[in-house]
């Protein structure tokens, strides 16, 4: 089937309310057919879209893949919702990244606690609203919405359908199948992961140590303000766009991107591409390889007669390579 356009990035950039816009109004006046599989993004932006919908008032929308978050928002506004069997759908609470730290006097420490109530109050009043916009959907009270979002679980076609969040189920669509990488990629992204349905991939590392694509995960989840998700069913959700770090703080990223520097918007957000992942993903894989053979090289060492790896030194001038990986290990060593 061919779309008029997909939403299938992050919601607010690229996938922008101009974007949309855009695209809706080369079918204004004719049905239009958007295909939608995102982990999700602003609320403020797929509350826009969800109205632009509204306002065009002939789209339908096929949700794919692991669709979620501000995601699954913007589809309500749909004329129609289809959903592929193979699907999931993700409803949860909305979250903002909350840094809180040092030493504080009395006076220090109840501002703070002001601020942060407000930061609670400003997140039960878009829960409310996010709830609203579900339950106009599905017909049902805003409460019961509300109690679906908090079980942040990921829901099946039949689930969504027997909620009142689509429409149809349509065969098309392939089996998603969640492996141990996929479930690290989730975590970083602060989405709570559904269960592995493929056999855990083999550390490279032998023991008790991590993987390093686990501890990047760790790193980027840290990076971007999201708590990992321990188990399945610990409500980990993506945050609403927020004052992040300057880019000085992301030496390794931009290292890992081969980047100069990441450019933060004017609100202080920092967004990362699909392109961007695909590069972090890569170099993980690289890094990972060059592990392996750093520590097959240093096994061969001491197992060789009278060889010890103490006092070994790169010879830089023999080929490069070698002291590219070690730096690249050093770096993944700092952000860990």
């Keep these: 089937m061919n779309y008029n356009f997909d939403i299938d990035s992050y919601i607010g950039y690229p996938i922008s309310k101009g974007y949309v816009r855009g695209k809706l109004a080369e079918s204004k006046g004719k049905p239009c057919t958007v295909r939608i599989n995102s982990y999700g993004g602003c609320v403020q932006t797929a509350l ?42 993700l409803v949860h609470p909305c979250s903002k990244w909350v840094d809180e730290w040092g030493q504080m006097n009395a006076d220090e420490l109840a501002e703070s606690i002001k601020n942060l109530e407000k930061t609670k109050n400003d997140l039960t009043t878009i829960d409310h609203v996010v709830a609203s916009v579900y339950a106009q959907r599905t017909g049902k009270s805003i409460h019961d919405m509300k109690e679906a979002m908090t079980k942040a679980a990921w829901l099946t076609a039949e689930e969504c359908k027997a909620l009142g969040l689509i429409d149809d189920i349509i065969e ?12 690290e ?8 992961v559904p269960t592995a349905q493929e056999e855990p991939e083999q550390n490279d590392t032998e023991g008790s140590e991590e993987s390093m694509a686990n501890a ?5 989840g840290r990076l971007f303000g999201r ?55 890569k170099r993980i894989a690289d890094l990972e390889a060059s592990e392996k053979t750093l520590k097959a090289q240093v096994t061969a060492f001491e197992k060789g007669d009278g060889a010890s790896t103490e006092g070994v030194v790169v010879d830089e001038g023999a080929g490069g390579n070698d002291s590219v990986i070690l730096a690249d290990l050093k770096m993944l060593e700092n952000i860990i």
């Design 48 to 89: 826009d879209i969800r109205q632009q919908f509204i306002d065009h008032g002939d789209v339908t929308a096929y949700i794919f893949g692991m669709t979620a978050s501000a995601a699954t928002i913007l589809a309500m506004g749909a004329k129609k919702i289809c959903m592929s069997k193979y699907a999931m759908m």
């Design 216 to 220: 990047i995960a760790r790193a980027l």
């Design 185 to 192: 990629l989730f975590a970083a992204c602060g989405l709570p």
């Design 172 to 183: 098309e669509g392939e089996e998603t199948k969640v492996t141990a990488r996929m479930e």
């Design 227 to 281: 708590k990992e998700a321990k188990d399945t069913e610990e409500t980990t959700v993506q945050p609403i766009k927020d004052n992040m770090k300057t880019n000085a703080d992301f030496k390794t990223i931009n290292a890992l991107l081969q980047k100069d520097a990441l450019t933060a918007a004017e609100d202080g957000t920092l967004q990362i591409s699909t392109d961007d992942m695909t590069a972090i993903e």
